[in-house]
């Protein structure tokens, strides 16, 4: 049996198919093409502080975003005075174990990277220094500001020495003038750590744009002896910033910010046990001694330097007890201000401070300390404001004639009983001398 479908049924099926296949055509043909590939990523991160704890957090969380996102390379702007060698050693073995190729480059132009800056260039991928840089003068000190006994010290210099020449033979730098660094303290401009044979760095470039330019297709051998070709042209750069708390703790990490932070937390300190129950002195100062611990922790700091404080601030105090015609306030300022010269114990300019900061502050202080005291020895002094005790001394108004025997006075608003040595009229004026419980005993005026 033949079954036939009505014409205009056929008809609407007809315009259905050709309508999806119409629109079917340019999705087919989008999806065919190829894709774009994508700017290859170079992560740069800079740091312009000594190498710290906080420091070290922020390299290696900048390499480890980098090798999360496949980067093709990161790139550490440098510039710092030295550091601490724990922090120098954990930055050098997450250096060495990333993904990621990492260029350290010394700039801007007048920048340096010494101690361990010098360090972290040598282990680098790719070193590079702008003109008008150094590096070097590694040798290393101890950073509690004790004197070293001769052989710790060699120790000391040996040990890192070695590690020197190990991080620079892996890199195919200049093993001896890396030990020299050390050892002697040896510094290099960029033109002679280039020109050195074999050189110790890899190239100079005026900034980080040039510095792309000069890597791109070049081909670098990476710690564990594999080479890769660098591709650095046409890349998008993705600048990887401190976060709040590493800023506040890098920033505090500062010679002259940790010694304000000292002085002012000793301050508030002074004034909440002067006046207990204040609370907001006490808060303040407790905050403001534990970021300058939290900043001595990480810093070079002389013993003898905090001793001289704490005997500073000792005499300061003595000289409200004892009577010397301000010789102790005398010594107490000399002990402050030759403790707080010496306090961070390194030969680097940008860790000591300056004496234009020190003598403001000690003067300050001082004046501030002694201000308080005498205010809380007056206070001390001022008779009972409260009780019997207070009206001694107070006037009052005979009310009756005042005998030995009986009398009334007004005073305080108050009828009080009182006798007296001698007779005092009605109406006189008199002066409370004793408070036998209820009874008062009055002169008069």
Not at 127 to 137: D, E, F, K, L, N
Not at 385 to 405: C, H, K, N, W, Y
């Amino acid at each position: 049996m033949n079954i036939s479908l009505p014409a205009r049924f056929t008809r609407r099926a007809a315009l259905v198919i050709g309508l999806s296949l119409t629109l079917a055509r340019p999705l087919v043909s989008t999806t065919a093409q190829p894709t774009q590939p994508a700017r290859p990523l170079v992560y740069s991160a800079a740091v312009d502080s000594i190498i710290q704890p906080v420091s070290a957090e922020y390299i290696t969380a900048t390499l480890d975003e980098a090798d999360g996102a496949g980067a093709a390379l990161v790139v550490l702007t440098l510039r710092t005075p030295g550091g601490l060698v724990d922090s120098t050693r954990a930055i050098v073995s997450h250096m060495v174990a990333a993904k990621t190729p990492v260029a350290v480059f010394v700039a801007p132009s007048g920048a340096r990277a010494a101690s361990a800056g010098f360090i972290l260039t040598i282990a680098a991928d790719v070193a590079a220094m702008a003109p008008g840089t150094h590096i070097g003068a590694a040798h290393p000190v101890d950073g509690s500001g004790q004197k070293i006994d001769e052989t710790m010290a060699t120790k000391m210099t040996q040990d890192l020495a070695a590690y020197a020449r190990t991080l620079a033979g892996r890199r195919n730098r200049n093993v001896s003038l890396a030990e020299l660094a050390v050892s002697e303290s040896r510094a290099f401009t960029e033109e002679e750590a280039r020109q050195a044979s074999p050189p110790l760095i890899d190239l100079v470039a005026a900034d980080l744009p040039d510095l792309l330019r000069q890597l791109d297709g070049r081909t670098i051998t990476r710690f564990d002896g594999t080479t890769t070709i660098l591709h650095t042209a046409n890349v998008e750069i993705v600048t990887f910033e401190m976060s709040l708390r590493q800023r506040v703790l890098s920033a505090v990490a500062n010679p002259t910010v940790a010694y304000l932070l000292m002085s002012l937390g000793t301050l508030a300190l002074t004034i909440e046990l002067w006046n207990p129950g204040a609370i907001v002195p006490g808060i303040v100062g407790g905050l403001c001694l534990l970021l300058a611990f939290f900043a001595f922790s990480v810093l070079p700091v002389n013993i003898v330097g905090v001793l001289l404080l704490f005997f500073g601030l000792l005499l300061l105090v003595l000289e409200l007890k004892v009577t010397s015609f301000g010789l102790l306030t005398a010594g107490g300022i000399v002990s402050l201000v030759f403790g707080s010269m010496i306090l961070v114990d390194s030969p680097l300019p940008e860790l000591q401070l300056r004496l234009s900061l020190v003598l403001p502050v000690v003067l300050g202080f001082t004046a501030i300390t002694v201000l308080l005291a005498r205010l809380a020895l007056a206070a001390q002094r001022l008779g009972p404001a409260t009780g019997p005790a207070a009206m001694v001394g107070s006037p009052g108004q005979a009310l009756t004639p005042i005998d030995d025997r009986s009398g009334r006075v007004l005073t305080h608003g108050e009828i009080w009983q009182a006798t007296a040595a001698e007779s005092i009229p009605s109406g006189s004026r008199v002066r409370i001398t004793r408070v036998d419980g209820l009874h008062l005993h009055v002169q008069r005026e």
